[in-house]
């Protein structure tokens, strides 16, 4: 059974920093020609869709980044691949959202449009809250 519990969350001024932990258990990471296994963080602010924030999958160079985001936060993992990360940095009020992990087999045609989406993914954390206040 695939588990995803966040931290990291919590109060952070403008122009200030935070970083999220995703601890991913049960989840098995496979690849082949059509889909790759993937983590990724998502917000949702109130009355706002589900927004995808960044992607790393196994064998890609590196995330993907909404284009919100780009140069203000990183997606990371750690060796073992048990844990993902999201820096966030240069923080304004837009940021404030519950933010969730997220894990799934992503076709590798949704990964090329750039642009994921909740549907893409199984399964799902509970969220931690972000507030950013100027």
């Known amino acids: 059974q695939v588990h995803l519990v966040e931290s990291g969350g919590g109060s952070a001024m403008a122009g200030g920093s935070l970083r999220l932990s995703c601890a991913a258990s049960?989840?098995?990471?496979?690849?082949?020609?059509?889909?790759?296994?993937?983590l990724a963080w998502f917000r949702q602010a109130p009355g706002r869709e589900r927004e995808g924030v960044a992607v790393?999958?196994?064998?890609?160079?590196?995330?993907q980044y909404a284009d919100s985001v780009k140069g203000r936060f990183t997606i990371s993992q750690d060796t073992s691949m048990k844990m993902v990360y999201l820096e966030m940095n240069s923080l304004n009020s837009e940021d404030t959202a519950m933010y969730y992990c997220?894990?799934?087999?992503?076709?590798?045609?949704?990964?090329?449009?750039?642009?994921?989406?909740?549907?893409?993914?199984?399964?799902w954390g509970q969220g931690t809250q972000v507030t950013v206040s100027s």
């Open positions: 997220a894990a799934g087999s992503v076709l590798h045609s949704r990964l090329q449009t750039g642009n994921i989406e909740a549907g893409d993914f199984t399964y």
């Open positions: 049960g989840f098995t990471y496979t690849m082949n020609r059509i889909r790759t296994s993937c």
């Open positions: 790393i999958c196994i064998g890609g160079s590196g995330g």
